[in-house]
């Protein structure tokens, strides 16, 4: 639409099923590089896409005529059509159904940015359980426990 600016930065989070299909650092790289080319071709901006075996950020700039479910609900179900077309597992690749999703104001780019960067070390440290329940306080989010993502039995 002419006349229409905007600046929405948007980080979502979501995870493998279960989180036993672990996400193989062989191929980790690559599924992150197809996500970027993914949320892209729905017209939104990829700045930064990285993970750890059991769950995926995506930093992006959201298109304001598009929904984040919209972009993600693409993202999610032909990302995980290319693991199982690449064979990657003996078994049958899910993504957990639904995500988190965070908006930032452009001075808290470069934090967003090296946070995501940086989460192979970031979880050296911390657990993923810990790390997504820190995020809904801080930004404020009501939720049910039942249905945070749970840790593998």
Same mark, same amino acid.
Request: hydrophobic share 35%; proline share 3%; aromatic share 16%.
């Given at each position: ?13 979501? =995870?493998? #099923?279960?989180?036993? $299909?672990?996400?193989? !650092?062989?191929?980790? *790289? ?40 919209? =972009?993600? #609900?693409?993202?999610? $179900?032909?990302?995980? !059509?290319?693991?199982? *077309? ?68």
């Amino acid at each position: 639409m002419a006349n229409t600016y905007s600046q929405l930065f948007i980080q979502t989070v979501f =995870v493998v #099923k279960y989180r036993q $299909a672990l996400l193989a !650092k062989d191929w980790r *790289e690559k599924l992150m590089g197809v996500i970027g080319n993914l949320i892209n071709e729905t017209g939104c901006q990829t700045l930064i896409v990285n993970g750890v075996e059991d769950h995926v950020h995506c930093f992006f700039r959201l298109k304001p005529n598009l929904s984040v479910s919209e =972009v993600m #609900k693409s993202v999610k $179900a032909r990302s995980s !059509k290319w693991i199982n *077309e690449q064979g990657f597992l003996p078994h049958r690749f899910e993504w957990q159904p639904g995500f988190g999703c965070f908006s930032y104001a452009r001075s808290q780019y470069e934090a967003v940015y090296n946070y995501i960067r940086n989460q192979e070390k970031h979880h050296q440290k911390r657990t993923f359980r810990s790390e997504y329940l820190d995020l809904l306080e801080k930004f404020g989010i009501d939720y049910d426990e039942q249905y945070v993502f749970q840790d593998p039995q």
